[in-house]
């Protein structure tokens, strides 16, 4: 069983990691729904956002709490078989926090290697980086969230409801993957499933801080 040391921190990274997630989530701007899978429009969108670096900062600083919050919750998971599942979870999310990290230091400095470079100079940049972004949503809204989802199943830790609102957000973070890698980027991806994957599993992950926290207080 998990210690109460390890519950409150665990409560405090994921309930704070996941608030700062869905705060920057929903701060940042993204180009016109016309204008989606244009980099030039995010390059442009990027260079003209005030704020836009700390916004990338602020994704950072979540990826950071909700790594820490993670462990918390795979110490949670009791029974062999929940438990393993959940440590494949854990390393897809560490595999994913890297990827993400990645991603968005680089982001903090679009806005500068546009107004230094062009916006044409720094496209080919871009296109590497939002290929780094697929791989990071596939791997920790697809792959972690679903198998997290079927510990939770397994483990009599948490409710099994939870553990198929996991799965579910899993599943369109999949399919958001596999729709991006062969068609590339759409309305469809970008304003329905990824908020779907991205939005339920913090959502998920804050709940689980609740109840960590209530399980430290009754420690």
């Known amino acids: 069983m998990a210690d109460r040391i390890v519950l409150r921190v665990g409560s405090w990274t994921a309930i704070i990691g996941g608030l700062l997630a869905l705060v920057v989530n ?41 790594l820490v919050a993670f462990h918390a919750i795979t110490k949670t998971i009791e029974g062999g078989h929940a438990s393993y599942w959940a ?4 390393g897809a999310v ?27 100079s720094v496209v080919a940049s871009y296109s590497v980086t939002s290929g780094v972004f697929l ?17 939770f199943k397994l483990s009599n830790t948490y ?19 596999i729709i991006e890698s062969l068609s590339g980027v759409s309305t469809f991806t ?16 804050i709940y689980v801080g609740y109840l960590m926290g209530r399980r430290a207080m009754a420690a």
């Open 26 to 66: 929903v701060v940042s701007p993204r180009p016109d729904s016309s204008k989606i899978g244009d980099p030039r429009a995010f390059l442009d969108t990027a260079s003209n956002t005030t704020g836009w670096e700390l916004i990338q900062l602020g994704v950072i600083v979540a990826l950071l709490l909700l």
């Open 94 to 120: 560490t595999v994913g926090t890297a990827l993400g990290l990645v991603t968005f230091a680089i982001g903090t400095q679009w806005s500068v290697a546009v107004g230094a470079l062009g916006i044409d």
């Open 87 to 90: 440590h494949l979870g854990l």
């Open 135 to 151: 791989i990071w949503s596939f791997v920790y809204f697809g792959v972690a969230a679903a198998l997290y989802g079927y510990a």
């Open 159 to 177: 409710p099994d409801w939870l553990g198929w609102l996991a799965m579910l957000a899993g599943l369109a973070g999949l399919v958001f993957g």
């Open 190 to 205: 970008t304003f329905v499933l990824f908020p779907i994957a991205s939005g339920l599993t913090t959502l998920i992950v």
